[in-house]
Nanobody, 123 residues
Framework: EAQVVESGGGLVQVGGSLTLSCAAS????????IAWFRQAPGKEREGISC???????YYRDSVKGRFTISSDNAKNTVYLQMNSLKPEDTAVYYC?????????????????WGQGTQVTVSA
């Protein structure tokens, strides 16, 4: 069964760091663009970062300079390194794959979604 599973969330203080992982099984992650999304309570899910099959990376303005997306093809895993965390980064974080190599997924155009991992940033 093809799936992606997120991990690495937790409780961290303001200014701290976390690294999230998105591990794929049943398919090769490198064949698709992968994105990280997040959803805070009472808010819509939003895309925050994407990496395509050529290694091009994209970031939402609110996380530029603080978050870094990367991939390890040998481990079939994509990571999201999050530094300088703020209370507004508190959310459930999801990864999702695109149907394509070089087109980032959106909330409405994705192939596989994970179950999410909670990130809580305390003031």
């Amino acid at each position: 069964e093809a799936q992606v599973v997120e991990s690495g969330g937790g409780l961290v203080q303001v200014g701290g760091s976390l690294t999230l992982s998105c591990a794929a099984s049943g398919f090769t992650l490198d064949n698709y663009a992968i994105a990280w999304f997040r959803q805070a309570p009472g808010k819509e899910r939003e895309g925050i970062s994407c990496i395509d099959s050529d290694g091009n990376t994209y970031y939402r303005d609110s996380v530029k300079g603080r978050f870094t997306i990367s991939s390890d093809n040998a481990k079939n895993t994509v990571y999201l390194q999050m530094n300088s965390l703020k209370p507004e980064d508190t959310a459930v974080y999801y990864c999702a794959t695109s149907e394509y190599r070089n087109v980032c997924p959106t909330t409405h155009t994705s192939r596989y979604w994970g179950q999410g991992t909670q990130v809580t940033v305390s003031a």
